[in-house]
């Protein structure tokens, strides 16, 4: 396999007569094809590529994995303890499987189709590819030609659906080294609105491959709130591509809240297509150790009268590295833009590191655009005005590491899935060590 | 007239210092070997080790490529092309005072408003002027020479003190830096160099004005400015270029020292010719500026007026080793029409306690291009390190672009950065509250733009900040409305 | 002397006919009242007079001193001597009061063929102005109306309309947002710039103003057009009884 990068493709083999769903179908089949030219023309992106400047891929590139594997049966028990939410919709996908004995996707709300991606073929043709750049050297052409499954989920026009859906990926770390390449297609018909948390779980401390691409289409006046939950384990790599195309006076909030993982990559894409559509997009990293997360987020304001609202928040501890890189593109013609962006970092030792750049490219003069960041450590004062009510330092700097991520959580408006997410980042926050 | 047919008309003005000396010159024919650096070293009799150090540094251009990471545009540069030495004739062997200065130069000076002769003298500014490559004249060296002060042209200086040049030169822009660091390395033709002794505070502006004035030649300009312990100097530099339909190349290279507790003030009104409405003609503005506060407690501040030119690529930049050191970068960079900027700053902590401020105000307008980037990096040992960054643009006009691209670096936790950023288009209701209390559109837009910029223009010296606020006013005349 | 007639005027914005034919004459000294309801066309009178951009002048006209007004530009209004004192003054970051007062005194000397005031006599000038609206001179050299509290703001309105010198002075809401003491300053600084030469248009939703400025008339603006006229009286049966009876009039 010919490679342009320094960097090695870490799979022992990806034979070219190896067999994937859809090979029947003619477009689903040369899409694979156009991928496979292209991932095995450009390979791994390196870090001289602006985009992966801060992320180097060689830990990635040192590893071998595999494809395919013997999967772990877990009792319906067992998954109702690592679902987020009792009350909900469940798509379970297990070391890249789709196990419709743990799913709850029977007795559907009418309007509403979850179905896994192997066997949806037919209702995302239309879709599938289109939010997703494919000449981009990396993880999307990988995704793109290896994907085995994921969930594809449609909602008819004026259809509010009540329940969250919950789509949880559990890597039980049965097969040591495994490879998942996932795709999930969200659609959101005219005026409809639905509720989707992404939740990836590692279940030991094996190293392991996560290649996500997640696509969301909403239609005009839709609405969809997204969460994206990722608490793999320490040894996993994470490699996430979400990207959404949104219509007129659609909704889109997306919050990702990033945990897990040696190395998390998540791209978040967003183009307000049509006048009036709005996004909010926002993220939580809390890392540790060796931990490396990456944020990259774009949002392309195209047209007139759109807006935009993002808040990343990470705190860093131990040796670990964040990196955040927030580009806000204001196209010629899109006047009336509202864009915000604000990404806020707390570095709790020595040995961490955060590199993070805000951009803006503004081609529309009638606009109003503006970024904020920082990079800090707790509030002395604030340390000092606890201590001084009775607080002991461990306790007051845990609870100002807490604050410090309370209003991205507030953000999110769902009473039942903030409790749930807030629970998962308090144990989650590090212990502050200086 | 509606709003925007007024911004339009401000802006259209013409460009003010567009005219061309009528003398004769020595001009290398175009075209770059090692043969052209040797010659350039010849002619200005070098010392050995400054031919080499050129040498090296041209041997390492040949290994680099053009960079291309900049938000900017232009047709390749064909470097054989260029003429990279031009000189007015001279009757005598370099001007020893203003009276063996051609007259045609110093009414060029005058011309641009910066008077060589006694009324420089009542201004209280000492001026090395360059003309194409090389100094043409250089006012008050004796005065300050009483207080051990140099200033005089770099050419000079390479005879007169090259155990500082030795020592200095390329210690802070090493010749390996970047692609036009290193041709200026192989090719500087002239400049100012500027030391000030311990203890000394300069008791006047040094400033230095470079004129391009010859056709398809390249200025190569070298500053080095060291401010010895407990020294302080506040040093200024201005630029202009007749208009010529052809783009001409600028790589300047400016490296500045302090010392312990020392201070330098560096502050430039850029006016290099900015080609026309329609983008033809202009100087390619590629500077490299670096200060190192090697010093405890020592300080550089950074300000520029960027009006002219048709690309400016340019990042004057701080690194901070002393303990206790502190950098300011402040800038209005204003594009117009086709005109393309992408400067900001660099700021490298390295050292305790040092504290750095970024003021950057962009105003786009026409179809320009206008870009802010910059690096606060804060190194693994630089505890306490304090960054403020603020970055706003005004845009004038819905054909020009304005971006803004930061990068924060921080690997010590006991950092404290804070970068904030804005973009918006020149208010109608400010325009519209000047108006209604009778002022016409150019001073309304004018007034908001100044007062827009006015935390950066109030950190020029008196005599440059009139000068600034005047071509501020002119570079966007006819843009709003 | 008639210092402003106002015929037939009729003002849309976009599709939406603000002004439904108003009529309205104003002589040199007098002193107008112009009330009515949220969304009457009040503000849009006034931003019409002073020549703001985004309104449509679809019928009618306007003479000031018997020139056609709406010919001409909105600094060209104020070089003339049409002064507006905005309901919400704008803030102009990074320029100083002082520099926009001289800048615009120079702009209206300039037009009434006279030389600019040097920096000494135009300082004694602001000086003698300031006390009217008992401003500190600290004001001076803020940005204009940057940081300003409301009250402040107004009081910079009036400290402008003193120093220019308008023959037509519009005050527009300059009631609204003030407590009891700062509206006493401003209406003792506006009592004090009442002349025969010079006409004030007070605009305002609330009697209030019009106890301490006292109106040779009142008018009652509703839907674009002016429905009834008095003198003060007037405002204080509206007082009472609301602005109901205006819109149930209009109905019938």
Same mark, same amino acid.
């Given at each position: 396999?010919?490679?342009?990068?320094?960097?090695?493709?870490?799979?022992?083999?990806?034979?070219?007569?190896?067999?994937?769903?859809?090979?029947?179908?003619?477009w689903?089949?040369?899409?694979?094809?156009?991928?496979?030219?292209?991932?095995?023309?450009?390979?791994?992106?390196?870090?001289?590529?602006?985009?992966?400047?801060?992320?180097?891929?060689?830990?990635?590139?040192?590893?071998?994995?595999?494809?395919?594997?013997?999967?772990?049966?877990?009792?319906?028990?067992q998954c109702?303890?690592?679902?987020?939410?009792d009350?909900?919709?469940?798509?379970?996908?297990i070391?890249?499987?789709f196990?419709?004995?743990?799913?709850?996707?029977?007795?559907?709300?009418?309007?509403?189709?979850?179905?896994?991606?192997?066997?949806a073929?037919?209702?995302i043709q239309?879709?599938?590819?289109?939010?997703?750049e494919?000449?981009?050297?990396?993880?999307?052409?990988?995704?793109?030609?290896?994907?085995?499954?994921?969930?594809?989920?449609?909602?008819?026009?004026?259809?509010?659906?009540?329940?969250?859906?919950?789509?949880?990926?559990?890597?039980?770390?049965?097969?040591?080294?495994?490879?998942?390449h996932?795709?999930?297609?969200?659609?959101?018909?005219?005026?409809?609105?639905?509720?989707?948390?992404?939740?990836?779980?590692?279940?030991?401390?094996?190293?392991?491959?996560?290649?996500?691409?997640?696509?969301?289409?909403?239609?005009?006046?839709?609405?969809?709130?997204?969460?994206?939950?990722?608490?793999?384990?320490?040894?996993?790599?994470?490699?996430?591509?979400?990207?959404?195309?949104?219509?007129?006076?659609?909704?889109?909030t997306?919050?990702?809240?990033?945990?897990?993982?040696?190395?998390?990559?998540?791209?978040?894409?967003?183009?307000?297509l049509?006048?009036?559509?709005?996004?909010?997009?926002?993220?939580?990293?809390?890392?540790?150790?060796?931990?490396?997360?990456?944020?990259?987020?774009?949002?392309?304001?195209?047209?007139?009268?759109?807006?935009?609202?993002?808040?990343?928040?990470?705190?860093?501890n131990?040796?670990?590295?964040?990196?955040?890189?927030?580009?806000v593109?204001?196209?010629?013609d899109a006047q009336?833009?509202?864009?915000?962006?604000?990404?806020?970092?707390?570095?709790?030792s020595?040995?961490?590191?955060i590199?993070?750049?805000?951009?803006?490219?503004?081609?529309?003069?009638?606009?109003?655009c503006?970024?904020?960041?920082?990079?800090?450590?707790?509030?002395?004062?604030?340390?000092?005005?606890?201590?001084?009510?009775?607080?002991?330092?461990?306790?007051?700097?845990?609870?100002?590491?807490?604050?410090?991520?309370?209003?991205?959580?507030?953000?999110?408006?769902?009473e039942?899935?903030?409790?749930a997410?807030?629970?998962?980042?308090?144990?989650?926050?590090?212990?502050?060590?200086? | 007239m509606?709003?925007?047919?007024?911004?339009?008309?401000?802006?259209?003005?013409?460009?003010?210092?567009?005219?061309?000396?009528?003398?004769?010159?020595?001009?290398?024919?175009?075209?770059?070997?090692?043969?052209?650096?040797?010659?350039?070293?010849?002619?200005?009799?070098?010392p050995?080790?400054?031919?080499?150090?050129?040498?090296?540094?041209?041997?390492?251009?040949?290994?680099?490529?053009?960079?291309?990471?900049?938000?900017v545009?232009?047709?390749?540069?064909?470097?054989?092309?260029?003429?990279?030495?031009?000189?007015?004739?001279?009757?005598?062997?370099?001007?020893?005072?203003?009276?063996?200065?051609?007259?045609?130069?110093?009414?060029?000076?005058?011309?641009?408003?910066?008077?060589?002769?006694?009324?420089?003298?009542?201004?209280?500014?000492?001026?090395?002027?360059?003309?194409?490559?090389?100094?043409?004249?250089?006012t008050?060296?004796?005065k300050?020479?009483?207080?051990g002060?140099?200033f005089?042209?770099?050419?000079?200086?390479?005879?007169?003190?090259?155990?500082?040049?030795?020592?200095?030169?390329?210690?802070?822009?090493?010749y390996k830096?970047n692609?036009?660091?290193?041709?200026?390395s192989?090719?500087?033709?002239?400049?100012?160099?500027?030391y000030?002794?311990?203890?000394?505070?300069?008791?006047?502006?040094?400033?230095?004005?470079?004129?391009?004035?010859?056709?398809?030649?390249?200025?190569f300009?070298?500053?080095?400015?060291?401010?010895?312990?407990?020294?302080?100097?506040?040093?200024?530099?201005?630029c202009?270029?007749?208009?010529?339909?052809?783009?001409?190349?600028?790589?300047?290279?400016?490296?500045?020292?302090?010392?312990?507790?020392?201070?330098?003030?560096?502050?430039?009104?850029?006016?290099?010719?900015?080609?026309?409405e329609?983008?033809?003609?202009?100087?390619?503005?590629?500077?490299?500026?670096?200060?190192?506060?090697?010093g405890?407690?020592?300080?550089?501040?950074?300000?520029?007026v960027?009006?002219?030119?048709?690309i400016?690529?340019?990042?004057?930049?701080?690194?901070?080793?002393?303990?206790?050191?502190?950098?300011?970068?402040?800038?209005?960079?204003?594009?117009?029409?086709?005109?393309?900027?992408?400067?900001?700053?660099?700021?490298?902590?390295?050292?305790?306690?040092?504290?750095?401020?970024?003021?950057?105000?962009?105003?786009?307008?026409?179809?320009?291009?206008?870009?802010y980037?910059?690096?606060?990096?804060?190194?693994?040992?630089?505890?306490?390190?304090?960054?403020y960054?603020?970055?706003?643009?005004?845009?004038?006009?819905?054909?020009?672009?304005a971006?803004?691209?930061?990068?924060?670096?921080?690997?010590?936790?006991?950092?404290?950065?804070?970068?904030?950023?804005?973009?918006?288009?020149?208010?109608?209701?400010?325009?519209?509250?000047?108006?209604?209390?009778?002022l016409?559109?150019?001073?309304?837009?004018?007034?908001?733009?100044?007062g827009?910029?006015?935390?950066?223009?109030?950190?020029?010296?008196?005599?440059?900040?009139?000068?600034?606020?005047?071509?501020?006013?002119?570079?966007?005349?006819?843009?709003?409305? | 002397?008639?210092m402003?007639?106002?015929?037939?005027?009729h003002a849309?914005?976009?599709?939406?006919?603000?002004?439904?034919?108003?009529?309205?004459?104003?002589?040199?000294?007098?002193?107008?009242?112009?009330?009515?309801?949220?969304?009457?066309?009040?503000?849009?009178?006034?931003?019409v007079?002073?020549?703001?951009? /985004?309104?449509? !002048?679809?019928?009618?006209?306007?003479?000031?001193? &018997?020139e #056609?007004? *709406?010919?001409? +530009?909105?600094?060209?209004?104020?070089?003339?001597?049409v002064?507006?004192?905005?309901?919400?003054?704008?803030?102009i970051?990074?320029?100083?009061?002082?520099?926009?007062?001289?800048?615009?005194?120079?702009?209206?000397?300039?037009?009434?063929?006279?030389?600019?005031?040097d920096?000494?006599?135009?300082?004694?000038?602001?000086?003698?102005k300031?006390?009217?609206?008992?401003?500190?001179?600290?004001?001076?050299?803020?940005?204009?109306?940057?940081?300003?509290?409301?009250?402040?703001?107004?009081?910079?309105?009036?400290?402008?309309?003193?120093?220019?010198?308008?023959?037509?002075?519009?005050l527009?809401?300059?009631?609204? /947002?003030?407590? !009891?003491?700062?509206?006493?300053?401003?209406?003792? &600084?506006? #009592?004090? *710039?009442?002349? +025969?030469?010079?006409s004030?248009?007070?605009?305002?939703?609330?009697?209030?103003?019009?106890?301490?400025?006292?109106?040779?008339?009142?008018?009652?603006?509703?839907?674009?057009?002016?429905?009834?006229?008095?003198?003060?009286?007037?405002?204080?049966?509206?007082?009472?009884?609301?602005?109901?009876?205006?819109?149930?009039?209009?109905?019938?």
């Open positions: 396999m010919k490679q342009i990068t320094e960097l090695a493709t870490p799979f022992a083999s990806i034979s070219s007569d190896e067999t994937f769903f859809g090979d029947d179908l003619p689903l089949k040369s899409l694979r094809l156009k991928a496979r030219t292209q991932f095995n023309n450009a390979g791994l992106p390196a870090k001289k590529e602006e985009d992966w400047k801060y992320t180097s891929l060689r830990p990635f590139a040192r590893q071998q994995f595999n494809h395919g594997a013997k999967t772990q049966p877990l009792s319906v028990e109702n303890d690592y679902a987020l939410l009350d909900a919709y469940r798509f379970v996908i070391d890249g499987v196990s419709a004995e743990l799913s709850k996707i029977d007795g559907l709300q009418a309007g509403l189709i979850i179905r896994p991606l192997s066997e073929v037919d209702l239309p879709h599938l590819g289109q939010q997703v494919l000449t981009k050297p990396g993880f999307t052409a990988l995704n793109t030609m290896m994907m085995s499954e994921g969930m594809a989920v449609t909602v008819d026009s004026n259809v509010k659906i009540e329940k969250t859906i919950e789509l949880l990926v559990i890597n039980s770390g049965e097969s040591a080294n495994l490879a998942t996932l795709r999930h297609v969200i659609v959101l018909a005219d005026n409809s609105e639905a509720t989707i948390i992404e939740h990836y779980l590692g279940l030991n401390a094996d190293s392991s491959f996560t290649n996500t691409v997640t696509e969301v289409i909403l239609a005009e006046s839709a609405q969809l709130k997204h969460y994206k939950l990722q608490q793999e384990s320490s040894k996993a790599f994470h490699i996430a591509t979400l990207a959404a195309k949104q219509a007129a006076k659609s909704q889109w997306t919050n990702s809240i990033s945990l897990g993982a040696k190395l998390a990559r998540n791209d978040v894409h967003t183009q307000l049509g006048e009036q559509s709005h996004v909010v997009m926002d993220g939580l990293y809390l890392v540790d150790n060796d931990q490396h997360v990456d944020f990259h987020t774009r949002i392309d304001h195209t047209v007139a009268n759109t807006t935009s609202d993002e808040l990343y928040k990470g705190i860093l131990g040796n670990s590295h964040g990196v955040f890189n927030g580009k593109m204001v196209h010629k009336k833009t509202d864009a915000n962006q604000q990404n806020h970092n707390l570095l709790l020595r040995g961490c590191e590199d993070t750049k805000p951009e803006m490219e503004i081609y529309a003069d009638d606009v109003k503006g970024h904020g960041s920082t990079v800090g450590q707790i509030n002395a004062d604030h340390l000092f005005f606890l201590r001084s009510r009775g607080l002991d330092e461990v306790s007051a700097r845990s609870l100002l590491t807490y604050a410090f991520t309370a209003d991205v959580l507030d953000r999110i408006d769902s039942l899935i903030r409790t997410l807030a629970n998962v980042v308090e144990q989650r926050l590090p212990k502050p060590s200086i | 509606s709003e925007q047919e007024q911004i339009n008309e401000v802006l259209a003005t013409d460009y003010q210092a567009g005219f061309v000396t009528d003398i004769e010159s020595d001009t290398f024919p175009p075209g770059l070997s090692e043969e052209t650096v040797r010659k350039i070293s010849r002619m200005k009799d070098e050995e080790f400054l031919l080499e150090w050129r040498l090296k540094a041209y041997h390492h251009w040949l290994t680099l490529e053009t960079p291309e990471w900049a938000h545009n232009y047709p390749e540069i064909d470097y054989q092309a260029i003429s990279y030495y031009s000189a007015p004739k001279k009757k005598t062997d370099g001007p020893k005072s203003l009276d063996e200065v051609d007259p045609e130069l110093l009414r060029t000076y005058e011309k641009l408003g910066v008077p060589l002769d006694e009324r420089a003298r009542l201004a209280g500014v000492a001026v090395d002027a360059v003309f194409d490559s090389v100094s043409v004249a250089n008050f060296q004796d300050l020479a009483e207080d002060i140099i005089m042209p770099f050419s000079k200086a390479v005879h007169a003190h090259p155990e500082l040049i030795k020592k200095y030169l390329g210690s802070v822009v090493s830096d692609f036009y660091a290193a041709l200026n192989a090719l500087f033709s002239d400049g100012s160099f500027v000030i002794p311990k203890g000394t505070r300069c008791p006047m502006e040094l400033s230095t004005y470079f004129r391009i004035n010859a056709a398809n030649t390249g200025q300009e070298r500053t080095l400015i060291i401010a010895d312990d407990d020294a302080y100097v506040s040093y200024l530099e201005g202009t270029a007749p208009m010529r339909d052809e783009n001409q190349l600028h790589a300047a290279v400016v490296e500045l020292v302090a010392h312990d507790r020392a201070e330098i003030k560096y502050s430039t009104v850029q006016n290099w010719y900015p080609g026309d329609n983008g033809v003609g202009g100087i390619f503005n590629f500077v490299t500026k670096r200060a190192a506060c090697r405890v407690s020592s300080k550089v501040s950074w300000t520029q960027e009006t002219g030119s048709a400016t690529w340019k990042y004057p930049s701080i690194i901070l080793q002393g303990d206790n050191s502190t950098g300011e970068f402040y800038s209005v960079a204003v594009t117009n029409n086709m005109q393309q900027a992408d400067t900001g700053t660099k700021m490298i902590h390295l050292g305790k306690n040092t504290s750095s401020t970024i003021i950057s105000k962009g105003i786009a307008a026409g179809r320009s291009q206008n870009s980037r910059g690096l606060v990096r804060v190194g693994p040992n630089a505890e306490n390190a304090r960054n960054t603020e970055c706003d643009s005004l845009l004038m006009g819905d054909q020009c672009g971006h803004t691209f930061p990068y924060i670096e921080v690997k010590n936790p006991t950092a404290q950065i804070e970068h904030e950023a804005s973009t918006s288009k020149i208010s109608e209701d400010q325009l519209f509250y000047c108006k209604q209390r009778g016409d559109a150019d001073d309304a837009v004018s007034m908001i733009v100044n827009f910029c006015k935390e950066v223009m109030r950190q020029l010296p008196m005599e440059f900040a009139v000068e600034a606020q005047n071509l501020l006013s002119l570079s966007l005349e006819g843009s709003v409305g | 002397m008639k402003l007639e106002i015929k037939n005027l849309s914005v976009g599709d939406k006919e603000i002004l439904r034919g108003i009529n309205l004459t104003i002589n040199a000294g007098e002193v107008h009242a112009i009330m009515g309801p949220n969304g009457a066309g009040k503000s849009t009178l006034s931003n007079l002073a020549g703001r951009d /985004g309104y449509t !002048i679809t019928q009618g006209e306007v003479l000031y001193k &018997g #056609n007004l *709406l010919e001409l +530009a909105a600094e060209e209004r104020a070089q003339r001597g002064f507006l004192a905005f309901q919400y003054p704008v803030e970051p990074g320029v100083s009061n002082i520099y926009l007062l001289k800048a615009a005194l120079n702009a209206v000397r300039k037009y009434q063929g006279l030389d600019e005031l920096a000494i006599d135009f300082l004694s000038l602001v000086r003698s300031l006390d009217l609206v008992k401003m500190d001179e600290q004001f001076l050299h803020r940005g204009v109306n940057e940081g300003f509290s409301g009250g402040e703001k107004k009081r910079n309105e009036i400290l402008q309309m003193a120093l220019l010198e308008p023959s037509l002075a519009i527009d809401e300059t009631d609204s /947002g003030l407590d !009891i003491d700062a509206l006493k300053t401003v209406s003792e &600084g506006v #009592n004090g *710039l009442r002349s +025969a030469d010079r004030i248009v007070m605009i305002t939703h609330y009697q209030r103003l019009l106890d301490y400025i006292e109106p040779d008339f009142v008018h009652v603006l509703s839907d674009g057009k002016i429905v009834k006229t008095g003198d003060k009286e007037l405002a204080k049966e509206l007082e009472k009884t609301g602005y109901s009876w205006v819109q149930q009039g209009q109905a019938e």
